[in-house]
């Protein structure tokens, strides 16, 4: 009787076998995204190490004072004779070591930051008026070209203010000295305006 009863409650041999196979499948899949997976992460981890020690980008940590001038102006029917209007401000970045932020409009950021500018002198505010003020960067050093060619590139970098904003996000293009950054600002939608902007190393005070 104990015999009949070990066997009404053992598993089918059919069942047992796809219940085995399964469990082979799933974990063959799993080794398999372990052995994908992990060296992309190390890749990723790599490049961004590797990012971060270039000049461009330990150059650009710390704070700077902000400078922007308007010479396409936002608002319709602005007098285009109008001298350039402009706005001062301060901007701060750190290394972005992580790289948990990825925005849409500056994918693998290598800095992130905050500023402090009012930007609504020139008719627009970036962020609304419970956003938080925020800027991502990525640096891109220098490229040697051949000496024939003259095809160096500088150390460069692009910025964005409030980067995912629904309303005006700013993108900025300039190249960057020692000391300062240099390049051209855009508005972001169908504003349309934008002009060029400059940034210098705020210096601790002594």
């Not at 001038?69 to 970045?93: C, E, K, N, W, Y």
């Not at 505010?125 to 003020?133: K, L, R």
Request: with cysteine; glycine share 10%.
């Amino acid at each position: 009787m104990d015999d009949e009863m070990v066997a009404m409650h053992a598993p089918p041999r059919r069942f047992t076998a796809a219940s085995c196979l399964v469990t082979r499948a799933f974990n063959g899949v799993a080794l398999l995204l372990v052995l994908v997976l992990i060296p992309g992460c190390g890749r990723d981890s790599s490049q961004r190490t590797e990012a971060l020690a270039t000049t461009p980008a330990r150059q650009l940590v710390g704070v700077w004072d902000a400078t922007f001038l308007l010479d396409r102006p936002i608002a319709p029917g602005t007098d285009p004779l109008q001298p350039p209007r402009h706005v001062t401000g301060s901007m701060a970045f750190l290394e972005d070591h992580v790289g948990s932020l990825s925005p849409e409009e500056l994918t693998s950021p290598t800095h992130v930051g905050v500023y402090d500018i009012d930007f609504r002198v020139l008719g627009f505010q970036p962020h609304g008026p419970s956003g938080f003020p925020t800027v991502v960067a990525r640096t891109i050093a220098r490229v040697e070209g051949p000496p024939i060619a003259s095809t160096t590139m500088p150390d460069s970098v692009s910025i964005v203010l409030d980067a995912g904003s629904s309303r005006f996000p700013l993108l900025l293009q300039g190249k960057i000295a020692a000391d300062s950054v240099s390049g051209t600002w855009t508005a972001g939608q169908a504003l349309g305006g934008g002009g060029r902007f400059s940034l210098l190393r705020r210096r601790a005070v002594p």
